[in-house]
């Protein structure tokens, strides 16, 4: 119990929880983060009329109405006034922008007395209006030479609007506020921003240090599925170091891109497209980290790097050239060297060109011309000796193990490769000498064998026929008996399958290859297993379009390959399915195509299924020796045909193509 406790730690499940915990985390302190830094304005004040926001905002409506009422006053003094016809249409847009501004405003409130001619404009409704104003918090008074306060906005537009005039000014935003502009939306955000920061605040602790601990958790548990176990990769392990490096960095720069771009379509398009972006980017982060420290752990941070590959190669190719087994450490000598000398032979014959004679031009020319022809002799000896090599390798990968390869005249840059050349075609001499012995003895052995059991076989089967012909009483006796008969019959056969499939591995039967149609021997063996199909509830379905396929073959070894397949059909089809025969051909082959559904799981390769005693009933329930396919490969070979088995599923499919007859 104690020790799957601390296993715990390392299951999958519990990594994977520590990731969405980590994850969760830490967009859940980003998210108050951000949160604390864009309403830092509402953290660092008490009251929402200290706010740059309502500074911002009370601000503007106060130029407004000074602008309004002092300035421009009123529509039609702005048209007859003598200014030019743009500044006139300027004024009269601007009167109308800020008047309907003014209009739409409910908390704003002001109070504008012209003291030379008593002349009073305000928006107030109250029998003492100034005295309204100055109870509220936000009261501002302004007249020619009073700049208000240090938080009001355009104090020198408003001072140089006021200059020269009798106004006095008196403004404020009357409480309670009321629902219905601009003032009353961001007075309600601060309320609500305000009463969520004392939670705001936890939250971002206690997602660092729960975020921190799932992941320091994640990287000491990392690549461990056990404790002192194996450090495990996985998939995203095999990418390399550098490479993953570089696309993280990639993956960075593109969603600082994307960021920036979106941060142009409004705060709320913003906020989530951020959040996704950097959701997308905690994952790739995490997985990068988490990857490597992996391979620190499994001592491979370096080694699976591009970089390292590229530097371990070269390395190695120039360790293998100065061994001699990638070319001799001097020729890349004689190239340079080759370069070097035909450098100076042509500056000297520039030389002699341009300054000397012709005897000395003529001799230097020479001397270059002849250099030259020498180097491009060595080297086309070189390369006779490289074509040589290169027919020899093609030889041997036909299987011409006798070929000759003449060393004698080989050019020295390549003697090695080609003595290592015949080294590995004695091996394979060897080696193919040494298979064929093996061959040919288990092949005897069996033989000699299957002989030495059949002659006490039919001495058992011959006995078995007396015992038949005896008046026995005993009724178990009587059964005990067709037993006997069945069991040695099958014995019988098993070893003249074994034996004809030892004599068509080995290539010990002589062929008679005539013109066969293979259409009409597939519908003439179809037609003496209609019976037995029947019997076993199967539905044969044929596809003979083409009715001449003429093959050369041995027609009583083409035969014994049909029946051996339709007899596997037979054994091994799953009850009440389709068998599927075909009869074709192309360019080279005639070609018999048979598929069943296999009526056990076929948890076996193609190529195992054609070995002897090999099938496909894992439980060796069904009849049959596991030697029928063994025996149809050994047959169609043995003809020049080719025979092949592909299984998809307990889909079973057998192909054999046999040469096509060919009129002479």
């Known amino acids: 119990m104690d020790i799957k406790l601390k296993n715990i730690k390392y299951l999958t499940g519990t990594k994977v ?53 002092i300035k421009l006053r009123n529509e039609p003094g702005i048209i007859v006034s003598s200014a030019s016809q743009s500044t006139v249409s300027d004024n009269a847009e601007r009167y109308q922008v800020i008047k309907n501004r003014l209009e739409g405003t409910v908390n704003f409130s002001y109070y504008i007395k012209n003291t030379a001619t008593g002349e009073v404009i305000s928006n107030v409704n ?7 104003l100055k109870k509220q918090p936000s009261y501002l008074y302004l007249k020619q030479g009073v700049s208000g306060n240090n938080n009001l906005w355009y104090q020198d537009d408003i001072a140089k609007m006021l200059s020269g005039t009798n106004y006095e000014v008196h403004t404020a935003v009357v409480e309670p506020l009321k629902p219905g502009d601009a003032l009353y939306e961001e007075f309600t955000n601060f309320s609500r921003v305000k009463a969520g920061i004392p939670y705001m605040i936890p939250a971002l602790i206690a997602s660092i240090i729960l975020g921190l601990a799932s992941f ?68 790739i982060g995490l997985t990068y980290i988490l990857s490597m420290v992996r391979q620190f752990k499994k001592k491979q941070l370096l080694r699976n790097s591009l970089t390292y590959k590229l530097y371990s190669a070269a390395k190695e190719y120039v360790v293998l050239a100065f061994r001699g087994k990638l070319f001799k450490a001097w020729t890349l000598l004689v190239l340079l060297g080759y370069g070097a000398i035909n450098g100076v032979l042509f500056a000297i014959f520039l030389s002699t060109w341009r300054y000397n004679g012709a005897f ?59 003595e290592d050349l015949q080294g590995m075609q004695s091996g394979l001499r060897k080696a193919v000498a040494e298979a064929v012995k093996g061959e040919r003895m288990k092949t005897e052995l069996i033989t000699n064998v299957s002989h030495d059991l059949k002659t006490p076989l039919t001495s058992i089967i011959n006995y078995v026929d007396l015992l038949k012909k005896e008046e026995l009483k005993n009724e178990n006796a009587k059964e005990y008996v067709m037993v006997l008969e069945e069991k040695s019959a099958r ?60 093959v050369l073959a041995d027609g009583k070894y083409l035969w014994r390959i049909i029946e051996n397949l339709l007899s596997n059909a037979l054994k091994y ?41 090999v099938r496909g009933d894992a439980s060796r329930t069904a ?22 088995i592909d299984i998809d599923g307990d889909l079973f499919k057998a192909t054999v193509e046999i040469p096509l007859w060919v009129e002479i």
């Open 216 to 283: 320091a958790y994640l990287v000491w548990a990392a690549g461990r599925r056990e404790q002192s176990g194996e450090v495990n990769l996985l998939s995203v392990d095999r990418i390399y170091t550098d490479v993953h490096t570089l696309l993280v960095f990639l993956a960075a720069v593109l969603s600082i891109a994307i960021v920036t771009e979106v941060s142009n379509g409004g705060t709320i398009i913003m906020f989530v497209g951020a959040a996704i972006i950097f959701g997308i980017d905690l994952v």
């Open 17 to 69: 929880i520590a990731v969405i915990l980590a994850w969760l985390c830490f967009m859940s302190a980003a998210a108050s983060g951000i949160f604390l830094i864009y309403n830092q304005d509402v953290m660092h004040n008490s009251s929402y009329y200290t706010t740059n926001s309502f500074n911002s905002e009370y601000s503007r409506l106060v130029h407004n109405a000074i602008e309004l009422q």
């Open 491 to 550: 014995l019988k056969q098993l070893i003249e399958d074994l034996i004809e499939a030892s004599k068509a591995s080995s290539g010990n039967l002589s062929v008679t290859a005539e013109k066969v149609d293979m259409h009409q021997l597939v519908m003439q063996a179809y037609g003496e297993y209609e019976e037995k199909i029947e019997k076993a509830g199967l539905d044969i379905r044929t596809n003979t379009v083409e009715k001449d396929v003429f």
């Open 360 to 418: 000395e031009f003529l001799f230097s020319g020479l001397l270059l011309l002849g250099f030259n022809i020498a180097a491009v002799y060595f080297a086309a000896k070189s390369l006779r000796s490289l074509a040589q090599i290169m027919e020899a390798a093609k030889e041997l990968s036909s299987g011409n193990l006798d070929y000759n390869l003449d060393t004698k005249e080989m050019s020295a840059a390549f003697a090695g490769f080609a």
């Open 623 to 644: 009849e049959g020796s596991g030697l029928g396919l063994s025996i149809a490969q050994g047959l169609t070979n043995l003809q020049g045909g080719r025979f092949k």
């Open 573 to 613: 089809s799953m009850p009440n399915s389709r068998v599927y025969i075909s009869v074709e051909k192309n360019e080279k082959y005639g070609v018999l195509t048979i598929k069943n559904i296999s009526a056990f799981p076929l948890e076996i390769s193609p190529e195992q299924l054609t070995e002897r005693f």
């Open 126 to 132: 109250a029998a003492d209006r100034v005295a309204l």
